[in-house]
């Protein structure tokens, strides 16, 4: 079953705005990680965030985890039209699980409008 | 270094063959997972390894079979392709000191007609 469930399922911006995209969680988790696939590409790491961390910064990218509400958003600042891509979370089992395995939700697409 | 690899890009089946889609990566990490994505389910994991000779089940591990005799390989067995099968196929590598950051292949289009 999917542990990280991205919202919105689809995004739509223009150039220059800003993206929020929401992942939640259901279980325990040691780590959170967000990852950007373009079309027909395998899906390439952006940044990760532990459970001790509340926000996490990577150029254009601000991060926050809420492990009480189990959740996560990633924000990228003045997108660009090359920033159009799905995004994903995923996590590890955390505590009481396999941590050698990650889970993904099922992804937001985001689309820049030059 | 080459990252991950994967062969082939494209494959076409008929129901009940059965072939092997390759998983290479050169960066000695020692975790590896194969995982498919279908349109609206996002990427749910096969098969992974932990180290040359252990392999464990993921979440949809029914009609595939994996082995890890080297560090470098991975390979995916499909035993008889059905066409629920169809999908993309990705393969990842990733270390412990990373926090399980994978790398990803560019994956396998497999259709199982």
């Known amino acids: 079953s999917q542990q990280g469930e991205e919202d919105p399922q689809a995004l739509s911006i223009q150039e220059g705005e800003n993206a929020t995209m929401n992942c939640s969680y259901k279980?325990?988790?040691?780590?959170l990680q967000w990852y950007r696939q373009n079309s027909g590409r395998g899906l390439v790491h952006l940044i990760l965030i532990r459970s001790n961390e509340r926000e996490k910064h990577s150029g254009r990218l601000r991060v926050t985890l809420d492990t009480s509400k189990k959740s996560s958003s990633l924000l990228i600042t003045a997108s660009r039209a090359a920033d159009t891509a799905s995004y994903f979370c995923?996590?590890?089992?955390?505590?009481?699980?396999?941590?050698?395995?990650?889970?993904f939700g099922k992804g937001t697409l985001l689309t820049v409008n030059p | 270094n080459a990252g991950v690899t994967q062969t082939p890009k494209f494959q076409v089946l008929k129901t009940g063959q059965s072939m092997t889609l390759q998983c290479a990566q050169d960066m000695n990490h020692e975790y590896m997972s194969w995982y498919r994505q279908d349109p609206g389910m996002g990427l749910r994991l096969i098969h992974y390894s932990v180290g040359a000779g252990i392999t464990d089940q993921g979440e949809v591990p029914n009609g595939y079979n994996v082995s890890r005799s080297t560090t470098e390989d991975f390979p995916l067995r499909l035993l008889s392709a059905a066409p629920s099968q169809t999908s993309v196929y990705f393969c990842?590598?990733?270390?412990?000191?990373?926090?399980?950051?994978?790398?990803f292949g560019p994956g396998t289009r497999l259709t199982v007609l």
């Open positions: 995923a996590t590890d089992a955390g505590s009481g699980g396999s941590n050698y395995k990650l889970t």
């Open positions: 279980t325990s988790i040691n780590n």
């Open positions: 990842a590598s990733s270390y412990s000191g990373l926090g399980l950051v994978q790398f």
